[in-house]
């Protein structure tokens, strides 16, 4: 642009990337990002009016704003915009890329499969189709085509960490945590050191009863990464001082520095366990504002752990009528959702039921979930099952804790091959999904 203050590519190129910087990662406030990007957006529609990759920028930009809420009329504007990109041009595959973003935001997820595969067909070497897609097909439950397709996108891309990082997600979604941690260690190999975070594994060692090696991997977060900032909250999370850890990430949060919101999440989760309901409560509202919209609150995938989480909140609160209420308007939402994978609801039902006093309901579909490959909580929560504070009226009972007993078995049983794979230096039998589907 200071070459070429006419250049319209290049305005539209620096609102894509502000965009992005925002949305993906989190180093722009979204308010300053959308606003700079659409004045960006407009500059290049004034210089070339018909230029398709303004309006497909135009429908991201729509897409990212009405995804913050999920209130308002940016969707169906974002949805003309690319209309009109791909009337102005019919074969770019970013405005179906982006199009296929706004359709999965609007749950419905048909249309953008369709969408990326149709980018994919105009672009065979574009990322973002081959790492989106499959978290579609998990959305479905079909979790053995998301890691083939995963894989594909690891072939196309042998170098590229994001395809490895949401493999190991959805392996630990489906329980399978030895192969987990392996990915993870793949994950790690890709990435530049800034980035190698290995928060998951951290829970997966805690579930496998190595706290040592859990705090040892607490030291290893970049420090250059926010989320270095919660490092002695984590120490105190494995020790199970929940209060301290709780202090700490309060004093950390209100320091005055912008931080990203999914540390808001975690913080969230943790005052939660403390018992600090109004940190939890305002934490979750930084992290999902959607939530602040309470008497018309819409149920879906976006919302469903919130929504529990609120629940619970007014329960221990005293709005027992208020929290029933909520508990039954989400328990369709949630059946609906896969058991297992990294859009599953592992067991949120369980929480549910045991929120609303349905205890052999809630020990039924517990049975049912540890049956289908259930073995961790840490990808969904912040915490063990053991600790997990919505199945409290569940704690004493002994069929619960033989529950619990049988799962530490089931996952020592991976840590086990985890420690062969370490002693030997070979992976392979961990890392080869394909052999295990």
């Known amino acids: 642009i200071a070459l070429d203050p006419d250049y319209a590519e290049a305005y539209v190129a620096l609102a894509e990337t502000t965009i992005v910087l925002s949305t993906n990662h989190q180093v722009i406030p979204s308010d300053e990002a959308f606003e700079r990007a659409e004045a960006l957006l407009n500059s290049a529609a004034e210089l070339k009016p018909d230029l398709s990759d303004t309006y497909a920028t135009l429908g991201l930009l729509k897409t990212s704003i009405w995804s913050v809420t999920r209130i308002g009329t940016e969707n169906v504007e974002a949805e003309s915009a690319f209309e ?10 970013r405005a179906y890329n982006w199009f296929a973003i706004l359709r999965d935001a609007e749950d419905r997820t048909d249309e953008a499969i369709g969408y990326y595969h149709r980018s994919m067909q105009l672009d065979p070497l574009g990322r973002i189709p081959y790492n989106n897609l499959p978290g579609l097909y998990a959305q479905r439950g079909e979790n053995e085509y998301a890691i083939k397709l995963w894989l594909n996108a690891i072939t196309l891309h042998p170098d590229w960490p994001v395809p490895y990082q949401l493999m190991t997600l959805h392996l630990a979604a489906l329980g399978r945590l030895d192969e987990a941690v392996a990915w993870q260690r793949l994950t790690m190999e890709k990435s530049l050191p800034s980035e190698r975070i290995g928060n998951l594994t951290l829970g997966i060692y805690a579930e496998f009863d190595d706290y040592e090696r859990a705090k040892a991997l607490v030291d290893t977060i970049p420090v250059d990464q926010p989320v270095s900032a919660l490092s002695a909250g984590f120490r105190y999370l494995l020790d199970e001082q929940f209060e301290a850890a709780n202090e700490f990430m309060i004093q950390v949060l209100e320091s005055g520095d912008d931080f990203p919101t999914y540390m808001y999440g975690i913080a ?75 859009f599953g609801q592992g067991i949120r039902d369980v929480q549910v039921y045991a929120l609303l006093g349905q205890v052999e309901d809630a020990l039924a579909a517990l049975r049912e979930a540890v049956d289908a490959g259930y073995r961790s909580s840490v990808v969904a929560d912040q915490w063990l099952l053991r600790n997990d504070p919505y199945l409290s009226i569940l704690h004493a009972d002994e069929r619960f804790q033989q529950i619990v007993d049988e799962i530490a078995v089931l996952n020592d049983q991976m840590y086990q091959r985890v420690l062969e794979a370490e002693t030997s230096g070979n992976w392979q039998a961990l890392t080869d999904v394909v052999g295990a589907i």
């Open 84 to 93: 009109q990109a791909l009337a102005l041009n019919p074969s770019n595959a």
């Open 268 to 342: 969230s989760d943790v005052a939660l366990l403390a018992g600090d309901y109004d940190t939890a409560r305002k934490y979750m509202l930084v992290q999902n504002p959607v939530m602040e919209r309470d008497t018309d609150l819409e149920i879906n995938r976006f919302t469903v752990r919130d929504a529990v989480k609120l629940a619970y909140i007014l329960r221990e609160e005293g709005e027992l009528a208020r929290s029933t209420a909520l508990l039954n308007k989400t328990l369709p939402v949630v059946q609906s959702l896969p058991r297992l994978g990294v």
